[in-house]
């Protein structure tokens, strides 16, 4: 008789530790669910932000881009003007030689 209440007692033990398992796994199967979503979420938020970086960086360029070319033209339209006073300048001498014959 004592053996089977043993015998019983080591089953109500490894029924009870069994449960206490399953439980543990349940949860930990909850756990792991709830990082996974929290991982799409921080990789859906990295992406993003990603993509805002590369859309910043793109205009960035593209203003560098605009504020060379207007330095390119500046330029040119600064050399314009050296020609055209030049040519003035030339024009005048013309105009004085002419006028002193």
């Known amino acids: 008789r004592q053996n089977a209440v043993?015998?019983?007692s080591k089953r109500a033990e490894a029924d009870a530790r069994a449960?206490?398992?399953a439980i543990a796994a349940s949860h930990a199967k909850d756990a792991?669910?709830?990082l996974e979503e929290e991982i799409k979420v921080a990789t859906a938020a990295r992406t993003k932000a990603e993509g805002r970086a590369a859309r910043v960086e793109i205009q960035?360029?593209?203003v560098e881009a605009a504020r060379d070319d207007a330095v390119a033209r500046a330029a040119?339209?600064?050399a314009e003007a050296a020609q055209?006073?030049?040519a003035a300048s030339k024009a005048r001498l013309c105009?004085?030689?002419v006028a002193t014959r």
């Open 84 to 86: 055209a006073r030049t």
């Open 60 to 62: 960035s360029a593209a």
């Open 6 to 8: 043993t015998e019983r």
């Open 76 to 78: 040119a339209a600064q």
């Open 32 to 34: 792991q669910q709830r």
């Open 95 to 97: 105009a004085m030689r």
């Open 19 to 21: 449960d206490e398992a």
